[in-house]
């Protein structure tokens, strides 16, 4: 039993944005160990097609699945959109998602029923999202709207440049036509653009980022299977990346809000 | 002879912006068959490490080589900047590629010496435009200047916007400051922008295009061997990738500019 519990927790992300959850991991189970994977040799998956993006992602889940992890978690709203399905059948591991997260919160979120979703190219043809909220809320009205700029301007650094804000008044003026109240986030860059978003959006609009509700999700599953690692002590974290791009560094502690431990590095 | 003369000349690219070569190809020397490689599954490379980078461009290089073709063009300067070296030392198949021809062009066509480069990150940070201008060149002065948003503009289609144009003059400021009479665009995704970035510099700034120049040289390559094709007929094209992601056939025919043939897929 405590063998299982002291096993790390598994989380994926096409590249460096799925740190924004680790980050949210680490404040609300600080002593659980984590390995995360990310394909940063083959990033960005949002443009790539379905097939290539679950042929991937299966790759990633079997190479944690050998390093023995307790539970799984996506951390990349496009593989949660096309692949979500294929890694559970792959696993008795439990495997949580940040679209099944965000759908969550932004159901209880809003009051209207108008609900904005932004995010890749791949994740917003989905329908993942619409789906999802539908089954908690069907009489709810989802606009959503891809946001292809967005990561590399979160890459560039440009948090709130007057090119990103331009960016985004061009991308959010059909959601705020459609008068919606709330904002799901459906990429893990975007957390970073928060502040600059809520300013073009305005106080109105709530904005739904699922790294927290990932977090507390995984803390409860945790509790209730009986596998919260109870070992008071800092624990071992490790990154796995397929590449070491130039300002990966500088990128990966933007995400993850502290210094990275050392970087392991698979070459597929 | 014949038969060799009639094999293909291979044009390869992370993506699909090669096509702008191939693009230029086929109006020089419209009775050459190509084959066109672009690895989207990977793409972008520019943001890669130089080791991942030199591993998939020989694997690319050598599907080329299986399927038998008489010249190789690396229609991507990212993959010229750190690869080339190791591809020409893979085959006796002649190798060009769009750095050595943008370098020639920009040092016949500058007055000043004084030269502005634009790339990927890769591509500006491995100094292959600076070390291949000041060989023909030593006087010149070379300003470069990464410009990582170009690529997904261009790919969101805003060719013209606003965005591109607010962000253009952030990229280009330090290369007017420096009074560049001549701009080398070093990325192939960069053609596309051409009006645009013209106006931004102004009348006084020539811009340089490989792609142009690149078949140029292809042009007088296979006369001087001995290679071109004799045949007056309408070749067959042939285009395979690694992936088709959503919207490549429109993002891809904007390139080529004009309707893309059947599309091969291979997965590695």
Redesign the interface.
């Known amino acids: 039993m405590t063998a299982r519990s002291a096993l790390p927790i598994g989380v994926f992300d096409s590249g460096i944005g799925g740190l924004t959850v680790v980050r949210a991991l680490q404040q609300q189970l600080p002593y659980e160990r984590i390995l995360y994977f990310g394909d940063?040799?083959?990033v960005p998956y949002g443009?790539?097609?379905s097939d290539?993006i679950r042929?991937y992602s299966l790759q990633i889940v079997d190479f944690l699945l050998e390093q023995q992890v307790k539970l799984l978690i996506v951390a990349c709203n496009t593989m949660a959109a096309v692949a979500a399905e294929a890694i559970r059948a792959r696993t008795t591991v439990p495997v949580l998602d940040v679209i099944e997260a965000g759908v969550e919160v932004a159901a209880a979120t809003t009051r209207t029923g108008r609900i904005g979703v932004i995010g890749t190219?791949?994740t917003i043809?989905s329908g993942a999202y619409e789906q999802g909220v539908r089954r908690r809320h069907a009489k709810s009205q989802i606009v959503s709207q891809a946001c292809?700029?967005f990561?590399?301007?979160v890459?560039?650094g440009?948090l709130d440049h007057?090119?990103t804000r331009?960016?985004a008044r061009?991308y959010l003026a059909p959601l705020l036509a459609a008068d919606v109240d709330t904002l799901v986030l459906g990429c893990t860059h975007y957390p970073l653009l928060q502040p600059m978003l809520q300013d073009v959006v305005g106080p109105a609009v709530t904005l739904v980022d699922s790294a927290e509700t990932t977090a507390s999700r995984a803390r409860a599953l945790l509790t209730d299977l009986g596998l919260l690692n109870p070992a008071a002590i800092d624990p071992l974290h490790r990154v796995v990346v397929?590449?070491?791009?130039?300002?990966f560094r500088a990128i990966g502690e933007r995400f993850l809000g502290k210094p990275l431990p050392e970087i392991e590095l698979v070459?597929w």
Chains 1, 2 share one sequence.
């Open positions: 940063t040799a083959r443009v790539k097609s290539t042929q190219l791949t043809s292809p700029m990561v590399p301007l890459e560039e440009w007057p090119v331009l960016t061009e397929t590449d070491v791009p130039q300002r070459q």
